[in-house]
């Protein structure tokens, strides 16, 4: 599986952005796609996923309520509306997938083989 992320850029507060992953490869039975994100010295956290093949989506405290992850099957992107942004969004977003990952350790970084390049997002106050 290849991802690309696109999308970011430079927002204020209170602001909007749309993020997304492109992904290609061969089949997408049993895959889940995650967000994680990675602000300047601090390590790489979880901020959404969900089954390419639907069922709940799971996000992270900090963007619940403000934050969407969604899937287009035509374009086959996962793409993390993000609405109402606050500074402490700003970061490095990278999409990621990983086939069989259990629901339970959907969060779990480590979990995950396959990653996009990254996308800055920068939110100003």
């Known amino acids: 599986v290849q991802l690309q992320a696109s999308g970011g850029g430079s927002v204020q507060a209170g602001g909007s952005l749309r993020l997304s992953c492109a992904a290609s490869g061969s089949t997408f039975n049993d895959i889940t796609m995650g967000w994680f994100r990675q602000a300047p010295g601090k390590e790489r956290e979880f901020v959404a996923a969900r089954r390419w093949s639907g069922g709940s989506s799971r996000y992270a405290d900090s963007v619940k309520g403000r934050f969407t992850i969604s899937r287009d099957s035509a374009k086959k992107t996962v793409d993390l509306q993000m609405n109402n942004v606050k500074p402490e969004d700003t970061a490095v977003y990278y999409c990621?997938?990983?086939?069989?990952?259990?629901?339970?350790?959907?969060?779990?970084?480590?979990?995950?083989?396959?990653w996009g390049q990254g996308t800055l997002v920068t939110v100003s106050s």
């Open positions: 990621a997938a990983s086939y069989r990952l259990i629901h339970g350790l959907i969060e779990d970084k480590d979990r995950y083989t396959y």
